[in-house]
C-alpha cells in the first residue's frame, strides 16, 4: 500500500464539501462562499453540515451575521490550503494552461535590483509559459492589494496575519571602490578617508558605521555622512567613488565579483531583520504559481549560507 494512501476503511470527504469549506472559512460567510462557488447559500451550508457529520466535529460557530472557525476548523484549514495548492500547482505543472499566466512579486527594490535580478533568469527558464509581474517597494508597511501572488519584506519575520519563511539574514559590510583602497590599507589612512569623504549608510542604520570603525580605536565623524533610502542607492554611490558604504554583502556580492567594489574594513556587523517571504494563505486559495516561486526562491536562497559575509576581508598593516 502506498504511504500517502488513507488509512484502510477510511473513506475520504467528497471534494464538493471540502471545497465548500475551505471558501466558507475564507470568506467567513456562507453566503459570500455560495457567490465564489456558484451556489445558492442553503448548498454552501448544506454541504459544510455534511463535512461536519462525517468528520463528527463542528468546525464552524455560526455568528448572527458571519462565522467562526472552532479550534478543530482552524486546525483543518491549513493542511486542506495546501492539498488544494499543490494539488492545482500539480494540475497545471502536468497539463499546463490553455493561457499565459501572470504571477504579481511584491518586493523591495534593492532586493529586485541587487539579489532577485542575479538570479530571475533560471525561474523564467524553468517555467516560459508564466509572465512575472514585479512590483518594486521602497517600504512595505504598506499592505499588497489583492493581485499580489509573492509580497517579500524586511523586518523581524513578525507580521500578523502572514506566515513568514525566512530567505536572506546577512550580516553587513564596509565596501567602496577599488581605486580608494590603498588609502584605506592602514589606520591613518582611513581616518584621513573619512574627514574628506562622506560615509553612506541606509537610513536607519546609521550606527552600523560606529561597530567597524570603533574596533580600530577609530571615532567617527560627527557628521551624519550621506543617508540613503535604499542599498541599490548606497551602493551606486559608494560604485561611482563618492565615498564607502555599509550594505549588506547578499546585496554586495554581485559587485564584489565583478570588482565594481571591494571590502575596505575587516569584520561584520550583524543584523538582526532579514529578507523574509510573506504566504497569505488565509486570505484567498493560493495561485499554484505561486506555490512554484516560492518553492524555487527558498531553493534559491539556501545556496547561500546566511550570516556569511562575501568578498575577502582586508587586512590593515
Known amino acids: ?145 489583492e493581485a499580489t501572488d509573492i509580497d517579500i519584506r524586511f523586518g523581524d519575520g513578525i507580521w500578523p496575519g502572514y506566515t513568514a519563511y525566512l530567505l536572506l539574514q546577512s550580516s553587513s559590510i564596509a565596501v567602496c571602490h577599488p581605486d580608494l583602497l590603498p588609502q584605506m590599507s592602514t589606520r591613518e589612512g582611513i581616518e584621513q578617508v573619512i574627514r574628506r569623504m562622506p560615509l553612506i549608510h541606509v537610513t536607519g542604520y546609521e550606527n552600523l558605521w560606529h561597530r567597524f570603525l570603533k574596533p580600530l580605536g577609530i571615532d567617527p565623524p560627527n557628521n551624519e555622512g550621506l543617508n540613503t533610502d535604499t542599498s541599490i542607492t548606497a551602493l551606486e554611490f559608494a560604485a561611482a567613488g563618492v565615498g564607502p558604504a555599509a550594505l549588506l554583502s547578499c546585496f554586495a556580492e554581485d559587485a564584489l565579483k565583478t570588482g565594481r567594489l571591494v571590502r575596505c574594513l575587516p569584520g561584520t556587523a550583524s543584523i538582526e531583520q532579514g529578507h523574509y517571504l510573506l504566504t497569505t494563505e488565509g486570505r484567498r486559495r493560493p495561485n499554484p504559481d505561486a506555490v512554484k516561486f516560492r518553492q524555487w526562491l527558498l531553493d534559491e536562497a539556501a545556496k547561500n549560507p546566511l550570516s556569511v559575509p562575501a568578498g575577502p576581508e582586508p587586512v590593515l598593516v
Open 1 to 145: 500500500m502506498s504511504d500517502s494512501a488513507p488509512p484502510s476503511g477510511y473513506h475520504l470527504p467528497p471534494l464538493p464539501w471540502l471545497r465548500a469549506f475551505e471558501a466558507a472559512a475564507r470568506h467567513s460567510s456562507f453566503t459570500a462562499a455560495a457567490e465564489e462557488l456558484n451556489l445558492t447559500q442553503a448548498a454552501v451550508s448544506h454541504q459544510v453540515r455534511s463535512l461536519e457529520k462525517h468528520l463528527g466535529v463542528t468546525l464552524f460557530e455560526r455568528l448572527p451575521r458571519s462565522l467562526r472557525l472552532t479550534e478543530m476548523g482552524a486546525a483543518y484549514l491549513p493542511p486542506l490550503r495546501r492539498s488544494f495548492g499543490e494539488l492545482a500547482a500539480a494540475t497545471s505543472g502536468l497539463f499546463g494552461s490553455s493561457s499565459k499566466r501572470t504571477l504579481t512579486i511584491r518586493a523591495p527594490v534593492s532586493f529586485v535590483g541587487l539579489w532577485l535580478s542575479q538570479r530571475i533568469k533560471s525561474f523564467i527558464e524553468l517555467y516560459p509559459d508564466m509572465s512575472v509581474r514585479i512590483l518594486s517597494v521602497v517600504w512595505s508597511h504598506t499592505e499588497p492589494d
